[in-house]
């Protein structure tokens, strides 16, 4: 059963075939980060204009790719929900055109849902229930997932996602757009234990989460540095210079991601601990972090708990995880109408 999936629920315009829920005939990104890098972040009107350019070229390269045609689907399922509204519009505005004009079933999918679902496409027999973390530039949540894909959420921030407190972070020091890779290598070459950056809710006793307090805190440092001459933005120290105060933007790095790992690695293992799971999950654009995968795999191991993560082409959004989940609501019943809308917000347990 083959069933093509659509997402344009933020800055990438992608489609995907899967069949039978798990094997991925094609799964086509189109990227719009050049257009957003000047301005440091995404712009919703630009991110729009760009899927309404791309979309038919991307759904036509994905059923040549996975060499199919329309004939030969089952259905057309598209991400509704949450994201940029005026991104979704244009995804399930297309998904609802090509379902009409095929007539094929249009299943509608939460986008979160199919970051989730992301782990079962190249994990076999993963266990249930378990703990779900997942972390991208709009979400951060722990949810537990239980057979026939039911959903506890136990906890999200209060306020800014972790992708997205890396992105700012980024920015602030000048290193470009998006911030998680920069970060994340940057981080290698410093010393992440050099500055006491805060660690907001970590010993709240619940799942909940707060970035914005370290992204601050990062900002008052960085801005405390400048003036007082001590930031070496090279990373290389006068080896004359004798000042225990300077410090290297890789310092900086390091120290910022030390802080938002340590959050979601303790979060995911009390969640773990408290609920019984054997296995966590990762997933989201953050999930190809190199020190949030280590860490999370180690302090998992302490506990007899497994973590499970996709490949990276599975972590960011994508086509694939979407017509994936399709294939399990399409078994459920899930069918939606042409009337169908999008909506910037929509929790997974109402799914």
Known sequence: MKILGIDTSCDETAAA??????????????????????YGGIVPELASRK??????????????????TFQDLEAIAVT???????????????AKSL?????????????????????VMVHDMLPFPHICLTVSGGHTLLVEVHEGWQYKVLGSTQDDAAGEVYDKVAKYLGLGFPGGKIIDDLAQKGDPLRIKFPRPMRDSGDYQF??????????????????????????????????????TIEDIAASFQAAVVDILVYKSLHAAKST??????????????????????????????????PPMSLCTDNGAMIAGIAYQKYQQGLRDGL?????????????
């Open 17 to 38: 075939v899967v069949a039978d829920g798990r094997e991925i005939l094609s799964n086509v990104v189109a990227s719009q980060i050049d257009v957003h890098q000047e």
């Open 51 to 68: 899927h309404i350019e791309a979309i038919n070229y991307i759904v036509r390269r994905s059923l040549a790719e996975a060499d199919v």
């Open 80 to 94: 509704n929900r949450p994201g940029l509204i005026g991104a979704l519009l244009v995804g399930v505005a297309a």
């Open 99 to 119: 379902a009409y004009c095929h007539n094929l079933p249009l299943l509608s999918i939460n986008h979160i849902e199919g970051h989730i679902y992301a782990n």
């Open 210 to 247: 707060s970035f914005s307090g370290i992204k601050t805190s990062v900002r008052y440092f960085v801005e405390k540095a400048q003036r007082a001459g001590v930031l070496i933005k090279n990373g290389q120290k006068d080896v004359e210079n004798t000042n225990p105060d300077m410090v």
């Open 276 to 309: 019984g799971a054997s296995a966590i999950t990762l997933t989201g654009g953050v999930a190809a972090n190199s020190e949030l995968r280590a860490s999370l795999k180690t302090a998992a191991a302490e506990v007899g708990a497994e973590v499970y993560y």
């Open 339 to 351: 009337s169908l809308n999008a909506a910037a917000n929509g929790s997974i347990v109402d799914v």
